[in-house]
Protein backbone atom coordinates (compact mmCIF):
# COMPACT_ATOMS: atom_id res chain seq x y z
CA UNK A 1 0.00 0.00 0.00
CA UNK A 2 1.35 3.79 -0.69
CA UNK A 3 2.24 5.95 2.09
CA UNK A 4 0.57 9.42 2.70
CA UNK A 5 3.81 11.09 4.03
CA UNK A 6 7.26 10.55 4.48
CA UNK A 7 10.10 11.79 6.53
CA UNK A 8 13.62 12.41 6.12
CA UNK A 9 15.27 12.36 9.59
CA UNK A 10 13.85 10.52 12.64
CA UNK A 11 15.22 12.37 15.19
CA UNK A 12 13.28 13.17 18.50
CA UNK A 13 11.41 15.88 16.07
CA UNK A 14 11.32 13.66 13.03
CA UNK A 15 9.71 10.90 14.47
CA UNK A 16 7.45 12.49 16.91
CA UNK A 17 6.14 15.18 13.95
CA UNK A 18 5.36 10.96 12.10
CA UNK A 19 3.40 9.66 14.99
CA UNK A 20 1.32 12.72 15.29
CA UNK A 21 0.46 13.11 11.74
CA UNK A 22 -0.37 8.98 11.94
CA UNK A 23 -2.50 9.75 15.00
CA UNK A 24 -4.45 11.81 12.68
CA UNK A 25 -5.49 9.01 10.19
CA UNK A 26 -2.67 9.19 7.81
CA UNK A 27 0.06 6.40 7.21
CA UNK A 28 3.51 8.00 7.57
CA UNK A 29 6.74 6.48 6.43
CA UNK A 30 10.44 7.92 7.89
CA UNK A 31 13.45 7.32 6.33
CA UNK A 32 16.84 7.09 8.55
CA UNK A 33 19.78 5.62 7.79
CA UNK A 34 20.15 4.52 11.78
CA UNK A 35 17.96 1.09 11.99
CA UNK A 36 17.99 1.92 15.34
CA UNK A 37 15.38 4.61 14.64
CA UNK A 38 13.51 2.74 12.50
CA UNK A 39 12.42 0.60 15.21
CA UNK A 40 12.25 3.30 17.36
CA UNK A 41 9.44 5.17 15.61
CA UNK A 42 7.35 1.55 14.81
CA UNK A 43 7.61 0.60 18.59
CA UNK A 44 6.35 4.24 19.97
CA UNK A 45 3.58 3.86 17.30
CA UNK A 46 0.05 3.85 18.67
CA UNK A 47 -1.61 0.43 17.62
CA UNK A 48 -4.07 1.05 15.09
CA UNK A 49 -2.21 3.58 12.84
CA UNK A 50 0.05 3.35 10.00
CA UNK A 51 3.98 3.51 10.71
CA UNK A 52 6.87 2.22 9.07
CA UNK A 53 10.75 3.05 9.33
CA UNK A 54 13.15 1.93 6.39
CA UNK A 55 16.76 2.47 6.38
CA UNK A 56 17.18 3.12 2.81
CA UNK A 57 15.67 6.18 0.72
CA UNK A 58 14.90 4.75 -2.86
CA UNK A 59 12.29 2.19 -1.23
CA UNK A 60 10.75 5.31 1.36
CA UNK A 61 10.06 7.17 -2.24
CA UNK A 62 8.68 4.14 -3.73
CA UNK A 63 6.21 3.80 -0.99
CA UNK A 64 4.83 7.11 -1.29
CA UNK A 65 1.37 8.21 -2.93
CA UNK A 66 2.21 10.46 -6.26
CA UNK A 67 2.81 13.86 -6.01
CA UNK A 68 5.08 12.66 -3.56
CA UNK A 69 4.61 14.59 -0.04
CA UNK A 70 8.63 14.96 1.71
CA UNK A 71 9.32 16.59 4.95
CA UNK A 72 12.90 16.73 6.06
CA UNK A 73 14.05 17.52 9.62
CA UNK A 74 18.08 17.06 10.01
CA UNK A 75 20.49 19.82 11.05
CA UNK A 76 20.54 23.71 8.90
CA UNK A 77 23.19 24.00 6.70
CA UNK A 78 24.77 21.07 4.30
CA UNK A 79 22.83 18.61 5.68
CA UNK A 80 20.23 19.73 3.77
CA UNK A 81 21.88 19.96 0.46
CA UNK A 82 23.28 16.71 0.99
CA UNK A 83 19.40 15.64 1.34
CA UNK A 84 17.95 17.15 -1.69
CA UNK A 85 20.95 15.75 -3.78
CA UNK A 86 20.32 12.08 -2.98
CA UNK A 87 16.51 13.18 -3.63
CA UNK A 88 16.70 14.56 -6.98
CA UNK A 89 17.36 11.24 -9.10
CA UNK A 90 14.36 9.48 -7.43
CA UNK A 91 11.90 11.93 -7.46
CA UNK A 92 9.64 13.06 -10.45
CA UNK A 93 8.06 16.03 -11.52
CA UNK A 94 5.36 18.11 -9.44
CA UNK A 95 6.77 16.27 -5.91
CA UNK A 96 6.86 18.32 -2.89
CA UNK A 97 9.83 17.93 -0.38
CA UNK A 98 9.43 20.15 2.60
CA UNK A 99 12.46 21.33 4.82
CA UNK A 100 10.98 21.65 8.49
CA UNK A 101 14.38 22.67 9.95
CA UNK A 102 15.62 26.15 10.99
CA UNK A 103 17.23 26.65 7.68
CA UNK A 104 18.60 30.46 7.31
CA UNK A 105 16.54 31.93 4.54
CA UNK A 106 18.81 32.70 2.14
CA UNK A 107 19.57 29.04 1.90
CA UNK A 108 15.92 27.93 1.20
CA UNK A 109 15.72 30.87 -1.42
CA UNK A 110 19.03 29.15 -3.21
CA UNK A 111 17.04 26.11 -2.75
CA UNK A 112 13.40 26.83 -4.13
CA UNK A 113 14.66 28.33 -7.58
CA UNK A 114 17.03 25.31 -7.81
CA UNK A 115 14.34 22.55 -6.93
CA UNK A 116 11.87 24.60 -9.36
CA UNK A 117 14.58 24.39 -12.63
CA UNK A 118 13.89 20.59 -11.50
CA UNK A 119 10.43 20.37 -11.88
CA UNK A 120 10.26 20.07 -7.80
CA UNK A 121 8.09 22.13 -5.11
CA UNK A 122 10.16 23.23 -2.26
CA UNK A 123 9.14 24.41 0.91
CA UNK A 124 10.62 26.45 3.54
CA UNK A 125 8.39 25.58 6.64
CA UNK A 126 9.19 26.56 10.56
CA UNK A 127 8.24 24.17 13.09
CA UNK A 128 7.77 25.27 16.65
CA UNK A 129 7.27 24.09 19.71
CA UNK A 130 10.45 21.46 20.83
CA UNK A 131 9.96 17.16 21.66
CA UNK A 132 6.57 17.68 22.85
CA UNK A 133 5.24 20.00 20.60
CA UNK A 134 6.05 18.12 17.45
CA UNK A 135 4.08 15.31 19.22
CA UNK A 136 0.86 16.75 20.28
CA UNK A 137 0.71 19.89 18.34
CA UNK A 138 3.32 22.71 16.80
CA UNK A 139 3.14 25.85 15.80
CA UNK A 140 3.53 25.26 11.73
CA UNK A 141 5.24 27.85 9.49
CA UNK A 142 5.25 27.14 5.75
CA UNK A 143 5.60 29.56 2.94
CA UNK A 144 7.08 30.02 -0.51
CA UNK A 145 5.54 27.58 -2.93
CA UNK A 146 1.20 28.12 -2.53
CA UNK A 147 0.53 25.29 -4.63
CA UNK A 148 2.96 22.97 -2.78
CA UNK A 149 1.04 24.25 0.48
CA UNK A 150 -2.37 23.21 -0.53
CA UNK A 151 -0.91 19.91 -1.63
CA UNK A 152 0.00 19.43 2.22
CA UNK A 153 -2.45 21.69 4.18
CA UNK A 154 -4.68 19.05 5.20
CA UNK A 155 -2.31 17.25 6.73
CA UNK A 156 -0.39 20.18 8.51
CA UNK A 157 -3.65 21.79 9.41
CA UNK A 158 -4.63 18.01 11.42
CA UNK A 159 -1.37 18.23 13.12
CA UNK A 160 -0.75 21.37 14.28
CA UNK A 161 -1.60 23.38 17.92
CA UNK A 162 -4.84 24.62 17.62
CA UNK A 163 -6.90 27.81 19.00
CA UNK A 164 -10.47 26.09 19.27
CA UNK A 165 -10.69 24.85 16.00
CA UNK A 166 -8.71 27.43 14.16
CA UNK A 167 -5.05 25.33 13.29
CA UNK A 168 -1.90 26.95 13.83
CA UNK A 169 -0.24 27.10 10.26
CA UNK A 170 -1.05 28.85 7.57
CA UNK A 171 0.03 30.36 4.38
CA UNK A 172 2.10 32.73 5.48
CA UNK A 173 4.24 34.37 2.19
CA UNK A 174 6.19 34.40 -0.55
CA UNK A 175 9.64 32.79 -1.37
CA UNK A 176 11.67 32.14 1.88
CA UNK A 177 8.64 33.44 4.03
CA UNK A 178 8.22 30.59 6.18
CA UNK A 179 11.89 30.39 7.12
CA UNK A 180 12.08 34.07 7.69
CA UNK A 181 9.04 34.38 10.12
CA UNK A 182 11.12 31.03 12.07
CA UNK A 183 13.89 33.04 12.25
CA UNK A 184 12.13 36.39 13.71
CA UNK A 185 10.21 33.30 16.20
CA UNK A 186 13.37 32.27 17.48
CA UNK A 187 14.88 36.02 17.73
CA UNK A 188 12.21 36.86 20.25
CA UNK A 189 12.01 33.55 22.08
CA UNK A 190 16.11 34.77 22.59
CA UNK A 191 14.98 38.20 23.79
CA UNK A 192 12.30 36.99 26.28
CA UNK A 193 14.41 34.46 27.20
CA UNK A 194 16.81 37.12 28.27
CA UNK A 195 14.48 39.24 29.68
CA UNK A 196 13.03 36.39 32.62
CA UNK A 197 16.56 35.71 33.06
CA UNK A 198 17.02 39.21 34.11
CA UNK A 199 13.81 38.76 36.42
CA UNK A 200 14.96 36.13 38.12
CA UNK A 201 18.71 37.40 38.65
CA UNK A 202 16.95 41.40 39.92
CA UNK A 203 14.45 39.01 41.93
CA UNK A 204 16.69 36.45 43.13
CA UNK A 205 20.12 38.02 43.96
CA UNK A 206 18.21 41.93 44.17
CA UNK A 207 15.77 40.48 46.42
CA UNK A 208 16.85 37.82 47.86
CA UNK A 209 13.81 35.66 47.00
CA UNK A 210 14.43 31.47 46.93
CA UNK A 211 14.00 29.42 44.15
CA UNK A 212 11.08 28.10 45.95
CA UNK A 213 9.94 32.09 46.62
CA UNK A 214 10.31 32.10 42.73
CA UNK A 215 8.57 29.59 42.23
CA UNK A 216 5.50 31.02 43.44
CA UNK A 217 6.12 34.19 42.49
CA UNK A 218 6.38 32.88 38.64
CA UNK A 219 3.32 30.42 38.99
CA UNK A 220 1.17 34.01 39.61
CA UNK A 221 2.84 35.93 36.87
CA UNK A 222 1.52 32.86 34.85
CA UNK A 223 -1.95 32.99 35.60
CA UNK A 224 -2.00 37.03 33.93
CA UNK A 225 -2.62 38.39 30.83
CA UNK A 226 0.88 37.92 29.62
CA UNK A 227 0.59 34.06 30.81
CA UNK A 228 3.16 32.35 28.39
CA UNK A 229 4.73 29.06 27.57
CA UNK A 230 7.91 30.54 28.94
CA UNK A 231 6.96 31.62 32.27
CA UNK A 232 5.42 28.39 32.67
CA UNK A 233 8.56 26.38 31.75
CA UNK A 234 10.30 28.47 34.33
CA UNK A 235 7.87 28.32 36.98
CA UNK A 236 8.69 24.50 36.27
CA UNK A 237 12.75 25.20 36.28
CA UNK A 238 13.06 26.90 40.08
CA UNK A 239 11.27 23.44 41.62
CA UNK A 240 13.57 21.04 39.99
CA UNK A 241 15.93 19.25 42.36
CA UNK A 242 19.39 17.99 41.27
CA UNK A 243 19.54 14.69 40.72
CA UNK A 244 23.18 14.44 41.40
CA UNK A 245 23.61 16.48 44.48
CA UNK A 246 21.12 18.51 47.09
CA UNK A 247 19.18 21.80 46.80
CA UNK A 248 18.15 22.79 43.02
CA UNK A 249 19.09 21.76 39.69
CA UNK A 250 19.28 25.61 38.58
CA UNK A 251 21.87 26.52 41.12
CA UNK A 252 24.03 23.66 39.46
CA UNK A 253 23.73 24.50 35.92
CA UNK A 254 26.39 26.55 34.18
CA UNK A 255 26.20 30.09 33.43
CA UNK A 256 27.38 29.75 29.81
CA UNK A 257 24.41 29.84 27.33
CA UNK A 258 24.69 27.58 23.80
CA UNK A 259 22.84 28.77 20.49
CA UNK A 260 22.42 27.55 17.10
CA UNK A 261 22.69 31.24 15.38
CA UNK A 262 18.87 31.51 14.74
CA UNK A 263 19.30 34.88 16.64
CA UNK A 264 22.30 36.16 15.52
CA UNK A 265 20.60 35.44 12.44
CA UNK A 266 17.30 37.58 13.29
CA UNK A 267 19.65 40.59 14.70
CA UNK A 268 22.14 40.70 10.94
CA UNK A 269 19.08 40.04 9.17
CA UNK A 270 17.46 43.18 10.90
CA UNK A 271 20.86 45.46 10.55
CA UNK A 272 20.65 44.88 6.61
CA UNK A 273 17.27 45.48 6.03
CA UNK A 274 18.05 48.37 8.43
CA UNK A 275 15.76 48.07 11.56
CA UNK A 276 16.16 48.31 15.11
CA UNK A 277 15.57 45.10 17.10
CA UNK A 278 17.73 45.98 20.03
CA UNK A 279 16.49 43.67 22.94
CA UNK A 280 16.99 40.81 20.29
CA UNK A 281 20.60 42.47 20.24
CA UNK A 282 21.12 42.46 23.70
CA UNK A 283 19.93 39.19 24.08
CA UNK A 284 22.17 37.35 21.62
CA UNK A 285 25.08 39.65 22.95
CA UNK A 286 24.54 38.71 26.24
CA UNK A 287 24.71 34.65 25.06
CA UNK A 288 28.31 35.96 23.83
CA UNK A 289 29.25 37.19 27.31
CA UNK A 290 28.10 35.03 28.93
CA UNK A 291 30.94 32.44 27.44
CA UNK A 292 33.62 34.88 28.44
CA UNK A 293 34.01 33.28 31.38
CA UNK A 294 37.61 33.80 31.79
CA UNK A 295 37.76 37.02 31.53
CA UNK A 296 34.33 37.39 33.50
CA UNK A 297 35.92 35.94 36.47
CA UNK A 298 39.28 38.28 36.08
CA UNK A 299 36.89 41.17 35.55
CA UNK A 300 34.46 40.52 38.70
CA UNK A 301 37.98 40.33 40.77
CA UNK A 302 38.94 43.66 39.21
CA UNK A 303 35.87 45.40 39.54
CA UNK A 304 34.77 44.78 43.13
CA UNK A 305 31.57 47.44 42.60
CA UNK A 306 29.48 45.81 45.36
CA UNK A 307 26.55 44.14 43.91
CA UNK A 308 23.80 45.32 46.62
CA UNK A 309 20.32 44.19 47.14
CA UNK A 310 17.46 46.75 46.21
CA UNK A 311 15.88 49.54 48.42
CA UNK A 312 12.21 48.60 47.70
CA UNK A 313 10.29 46.11 49.83
CA UNK A 314 10.13 42.56 48.39
CA UNK A 315 6.47 42.39 47.69
CA UNK A 316 6.22 46.07 46.01
CA UNK A 317 9.47 44.89 44.12
CA UNK A 318 8.33 41.52 42.60
CA UNK A 319 5.22 43.72 41.44
CA UNK A 320 7.41 46.00 39.44
CA UNK A 321 9.48 43.29 38.24
CA UNK A 322 6.42 41.84 36.72
CA UNK A 323 5.46 45.21 34.69
CA UNK A 324 8.79 45.21 33.51
CA UNK A 325 8.76 41.87 32.08
CA UNK A 326 5.56 42.44 30.90
CA UNK A 327 6.30 45.93 28.91
CA UNK A 328 9.63 44.65 27.48
CA UNK A 329 8.51 41.39 26.26
CA UNK A 330 5.72 43.53 24.44
CA UNK A 331 8.74 45.60 23.06
CA UNK A 332 10.29 42.37 21.69
CA UNK A 333 7.22 41.32 19.84
CA UNK A 334 7.15 44.74 18.61
CA UNK A 335 10.15 45.09 17.33
CA UNK A 336 10.27 41.50 15.73
CA UNK A 337 7.01 42.28 14.28
CA UNK A 338 8.25 45.49 12.62
CA UNK A 339 11.13 43.29 11.28
CA UNK A 340 8.77 41.11 9.39
CA UNK A 341 6.20 44.08 8.21
CA UNK A 342 9.27 45.47 6.92
CA UNK A 343 11.02 42.26 4.99
CA UNK A 344 7.33 41.86 3.81
CA UNK A 345 7.93 44.57 1.50
CA UNK A 346 11.97 45.29 1.44
CA UNK A 347 12.82 41.42 0.85
CA UNK A 348 9.37 41.48 -1.47
CA UNK A 349 8.49 37.85 1.05
CA UNK A 350 4.53 39.47 1.11
CA UNK A 351 4.29 38.25 4.67
CA UNK A 352 1.21 38.39 6.14
CA UNK A 353 1.30 39.99 9.70
CA UNK A 354 -2.10 38.64 11.15
CA UNK A 355 -1.42 34.97 9.70
CA UNK A 356 2.49 35.09 11.47
CA UNK A 357 0.67 36.02 14.61
CA UNK A 358 -2.03 34.14 14.63
CA UNK A 359 -0.05 30.70 14.22
CA UNK A 360 2.11 31.89 17.14
CA UNK A 361 -1.12 31.94 19.39
CA UNK A 362 -0.34 28.11 20.44
CA UNK A 363 1.86 25.26 19.86
CA UNK A 364 5.54 27.58 19.47
CA UNK A 365 8.03 28.36 22.29
CA UNK A 366 6.63 32.06 22.67
CA UNK A 367 2.77 31.74 22.57
CA UNK A 368 1.63 33.92 25.46
CA UNK A 369 -1.63 35.40 26.40
CA UNK A 370 -0.34 38.73 24.72
CA UNK A 371 -0.74 37.66 21.55
CA UNK A 372 -4.63 37.66 20.74
CA UNK A 373 -3.94 41.20 21.52
CA UNK A 374 -1.83 41.13 18.75
CA UNK A 375 -3.67 39.69 16.81
CA UNK A 376 -6.51 41.88 17.16
CA UNK A 377 -4.09 44.69 16.28
CA UNK A 378 -2.79 43.17 13.12
CA UNK A 379 -6.24 42.28 11.62
CA UNK A 380 -7.70 45.72 11.94
CA UNK A 381 -4.84 46.83 10.48
CA UNK A 382 -2.22 43.89 8.46
CA UNK A 383 -0.11 47.40 7.11
CA UNK A 384 0.38 48.57 10.95
CA UNK A 385 4.51 49.65 10.90
CA UNK A 386 4.33 49.10 14.83
CA UNK A 387 2.69 47.34 17.88
CA UNK A 388 3.40 50.34 20.14
CA UNK A 389 1.20 52.58 17.64
CA UNK A 390 -1.88 50.36 18.80
CA UNK A 391 -4.21 51.54 20.85
CA UNK A 392 -4.79 48.45 23.26
CA UNK A 393 -1.23 47.86 23.40
CA UNK A 394 -0.44 51.55 24.05
CA UNK A 395 -2.07 50.87 27.37
CA UNK A 396 -1.02 47.92 28.65
CA UNK A 397 2.96 49.77 27.83
CA UNK A 398 1.21 53.17 29.32
CA UNK A 399 0.33 50.45 32.58
CA UNK A 400 3.81 49.07 33.15
CA UNK A 401 6.76 52.12 32.24
CA UNK A 402 6.86 53.33 35.18
CA UNK A 403 7.16 49.78 36.80
CA UNK A 404 10.14 49.12 34.46
CA UNK A 405 11.71 52.69 34.81
CA UNK A 406 11.75 51.79 38.68
CA UNK A 407 13.49 48.47 38.15
CA UNK A 408 16.32 49.91 35.31
CA UNK A 409 16.94 52.43 38.32
CA UNK A 410 17.46 49.70 40.78
CA UNK A 411 19.47 47.58 38.12
CA UNK A 412 21.70 50.47 37.66
CA UNK A 413 22.58 51.50 40.93
CA UNK A 414 22.78 47.66 42.66
CA UNK A 415 24.97 46.66 39.81
CA UNK A 416 22.72 43.88 38.57
CA UNK A 417 22.78 43.16 34.73
CA UNK A 418 19.87 44.23 32.80
CA UNK A 419 20.81 44.83 29.31
CA UNK A 420 17.30 43.52 27.87
CA UNK A 421 15.83 45.64 29.91
CA UNK A 422 17.78 48.76 29.52
CA UNK A 423 17.11 47.74 25.60
CA UNK A 424 13.67 48.09 26.00
CA UNK A 425 13.05 51.34 27.27
CA UNK A 426 15.96 52.92 25.36
CA UNK A 427 13.93 52.20 22.35
CA UNK A 428 10.95 53.02 23.94
CA UNK A 429 12.07 56.53 24.50
CA UNK A 430 14.01 56.91 21.51
CA UNK A 431 10.34 55.35 19.46
CA UNK A 432 8.21 58.15 21.11
CA UNK A 433 10.63 61.04 20.87
CA UNK A 434 9.70 63.06 17.90
CA UNK A 435 12.92 65.18 17.73
CA UNK A 436 15.41 62.87 18.62
CA UNK A 437 19.02 64.80 19.04
CA UNK A 438 20.24 62.99 15.68
CA UNK A 439 20.08 67.58 14.42
CA UNK A 440 23.65 66.79 15.63
CA UNK A 441 25.00 63.75 14.19
CA UNK A 442 23.25 65.05 11.30
CA UNK A 443 25.68 68.76 11.76
CA UNK A 444 29.03 66.32 12.67
CA UNK A 445 28.63 64.51 9.17
CA UNK A 446 27.94 67.90 7.50
CA UNK A 447 30.73 69.11 8.88
CA UNK A 448 33.77 66.98 8.78
CA UNK A 449 32.65 65.20 5.06
CA UNK A 450 29.61 67.35 3.40
CA UNK A 451 27.57 64.95 3.62
CA UNK A 452 24.28 67.35 3.54
CA UNK A 453 21.47 67.42 5.45
CA UNK A 454 17.94 69.28 5.65
CA UNK A 455 16.35 71.87 7.63
CA UNK A 456 12.78 71.84 9.56
CA UNK A 457 11.90 74.82 8.24
CA UNK A 458 12.30 74.98 4.62
CA UNK A 459 12.62 72.40 1.56
CA UNK A 460 15.85 71.42 0.26
CA UNK A 461 18.94 70.04 0.91
CA UNK A 462 22.00 72.16 2.21
CA UNK A 463 25.48 71.93 2.95
CA UNK A 464 27.50 74.87 4.92
CA UNK A 465 30.88 75.59 5.30
CA UNK A 466 31.33 75.10 9.29
CA UNK A 467 33.33 77.66 11.00
C1 LIG B 1 11.34 26.15 18.69
C2 LIG B 1 12.78 26.44 19.07
C3 LIG B 1 13.70 25.41 18.46
C4 LIG B 1 15.08 25.38 19.06
C5 LIG B 1 15.84 26.67 19.04
C6 LIG B 1 16.99 26.64 20.01
O1 LIG B 1 10.72 27.07 18.17
O2 LIG B 1 10.87 25.04 18.95
O3 LIG B 1 13.12 27.72 18.63
O4 LIG B 1 13.67 25.60 17.08
O5 LIG B 1 14.97 24.93 20.37
O6 LIG B 1 16.31 26.89 17.76
O7 LIG B 1 17.88 27.61 19.64
P1 LIG B 1 19.29 27.82 20.28
O8 LIG B 1 19.96 26.49 20.41
O9 LIG B 1 19.97 28.75 19.33
O10 LIG B 1 19.02 28.45 21.62
Known amino acids: SAFDFGMIGLGVMGRNFLLN ?16 KNDALEQAATPGTTV ?17 KIMMLVPAGKPVDDVIESLLPLLQKGDVVIDGGNSYWKDTLRR ?64 AAGHFVKMVHNGI ?26 H ?38 SDQAGSKGTGKWTSQDALNLPLPVTVIDAAVALRNISSLKEQRTQAAALYQTATGKVAVAQEEFIKQVHDALMFSTIIC ?21 PESVRVWRAGCIIRSGLLP ?24 LQQTEGNLRTVIVEAAKTGLPAAAFMSALSYFDAYRSERLPTNMVQAQRDYFGAHTYQRIDMPGTFHTEWQ
Open 21 to 36: MADHGFSVIGFDKDQQ
Open 112 to 175: VEYCKEKGLHFMGMGVSGGEKGARTGPSIMPGGDEEAYRHVQPMLEAVAAKVGDSPCVGYLGKG
Open 333 to 353: YAQGLAMLQTASKELDMQISL
Open 216 to 253: EVFSKWNEGVNQSFLLEITRDIFLQKDDKGTGELLDKI
Open 189 to 214: EYAIMQLISESYNMLRQGAGLTNQQL
Open 52 to 68: KGVADLATMVQLLKSPR
Open 373 to 396: LFYTAYQQDPSLPNLLLDAEVAKL
